[in-house]
């Protein structure tokens, strides 16, 4: 098992930049590929973007990608999601996920751990 902890939401205009980051317990991080979900406000959960347990493949959401970066540290249990150039339409309630199985998934019960998600919130 693996247990997920979201940090770095926060309020920012349209245009500017966040950081955010999942910190996962457990010995084996590295064996679970780890990804990024997130829902607004009377939407349903969706994919933004993965990277395999390797760090060696990514993968977006068209409406994120040129915008959004993910990156894993294996030594320090963490997995991050730089967003930059961000718009009000990427206001949500941001999740981390990590899963083992061989292919990434960008449905949601294609995941089976669930961090509890962190509020990111874009002003125009």
């Known amino acids: 098992q693996v247990q997920l902890v979201e940090s770095g939401g926060g309020l920012v205009q349209a245009g500017g930049s966040l950081r955010l980051s999942c910190a996962a317990s457990?010995?084996?991080?590295?064996?679970?590929?780890m990804g990024w979900f997130r829902q607004a406000p009377g939407k349903e959960r969706e994919f933004v973007a993965a990277i395999s347990w390797s760090g060696g493949n990514t993968y977006y959401a068209d409406s994120v990608k040129g915008r959004f970066t993910i990156s894993r540290d294996n030594a320090k249990n963490t997995v991050t999601l730089q967003m930059n150039s961000l718009k009000p339409e990427d206001t949500a309630v941001y999740y981390c996920?990590?899963?083992?199985?061989?292919?990434?998934?960008?449905?949601?019960?294609?995941?089976?751990?669930w961090g509890q998600g962190t509020q990111v919130s874009v002003s125009s």
């Open positions: 457990g010995r084996t991080f590295s064996s679970y590929n």
């Open positions: 996920a990590a899963d083992r199985r061989i292919l990434i998934s960008t449905v949601v019960r294609g995941w089976d751990y």
